[in-house]
């Protein structure tokens, strides 16, 4: 094997994965061998082994050469760099807030702590979220890597490769538009509620004084607690909801998709609990038991307790039925005009 | 970065979109890379040959020119030739070259 042949094949080995490898080295070795022998005539002697050296050195390293021939030297290219950073921003938001947010139940449900533990708490969460967001970073990259190399450029077109209107400078906003303190509040409540739920249940309950001493009596029974989990997860998924709109500032296809799946999972509770068990301790024997109301008004006031907790659920229900109803009508709408 | 890197870069950048009209118009009739680059280089434009034959195999993909293996002096060649499509594209894109090098020679007049 001369140098030739072993240069060619050291180029094939650095070639991309692309058919036409083998004819990409056949080429070059015939480039060569002209070139060479050219040299040759030139200086008027045969070709030697010094004189292939010199030419090898002046065409450059294999990696070089077969670097020439990759036509795509990107990880992710300039047509996905953009909806890669925006998934990228999206992704690790998210990915912050939930940890976040499992961080401050671990805080809540460990208190009181030490300062040390406190810290320690503190630290583990941070480091958590750095390493998360680090391997999300990763799996993303891997992922639109792939997609850069398997999904046709024709199948892949931006938003702003679209044709753009300047008239849309001019349009009112949108109902679209999301005003910023909605998700805000609508944040800072879900979390409110997260926190009392699940870890100080036994505020929420009757208040009664005699003398120098409260006493309560639980509003929520076992069966509601049984079904606090699954409503914790619509929470966290609404939370999450809205950090994303925080950040995009208005409705968009994928949004509204993911708002009406939270709104029907609540739904499927909802039905569960207006036909399971009575989510309401308070019925005429607790408030027989209380000793505040006598007989007839603890019967009274339990049974309309009763029927009214569950009028209330079926209320909440049909609410949100007509919501997931306007969701889905935007939706299409949305994506038929989208189309025109 | 320098001057000279700059410099370097907008010749670079220059060159770039010139190369496939010149290559182009030198492949009416067929030739091999080797004979081409030396073609190219006797008319005084000098290209790179990492430059110039993955640009024959991307303009091959892109249907502007047609290839075929031909074996002369018990030594294997490729031969390049514009291909039909490609025939059909030369002179628009000479015109639009004219109308740039018009344009540039008035304005840098």
New interface residues.
Partial sequence: MNLIDRYVSEVGKHLPLVKGRKDIEKELRSTLEDMLEDRAQKSGRAADEAMEIDLLKEYGSPQEVAATYNPQPYLIGPRMFPFFLMVLKIVTLVVTIVLLVLTGVKIATMSPMAGPEFAKVIWDGLTGIVSAVIAAFGNIVLVFAILERFVPAAEFKMDEEKEWDPASLKKEPEPDEIKIWEPILAIVFTFIALSIFNYNPQLIGIYTVSGEKWSSIPVLTEAFFRWLPWINIGWIAEIILNGILLRTGRWNMSTRIFSIGIKIFQIVIGYFLLTGPSILAVTPASLRASGIFDTDAAQILGTMAQNGVRVLIGFIIFMTVIDVVKAIYKLITQSSSAKT | MTNTESLENVVLELRRGVIVLAALSQLGTEQ????LLKQLADQGLEVD???L??LL??LEAQGLLESV?KLEEA????YYVVSAEGKKLLPKLKKEWAGIVAVMNKMLA
């Fill in positions: 091999y890379g080797y004979s040959q990492g430059t034959y993955p195999r991307r293996w030594r294997p060649r490729r």
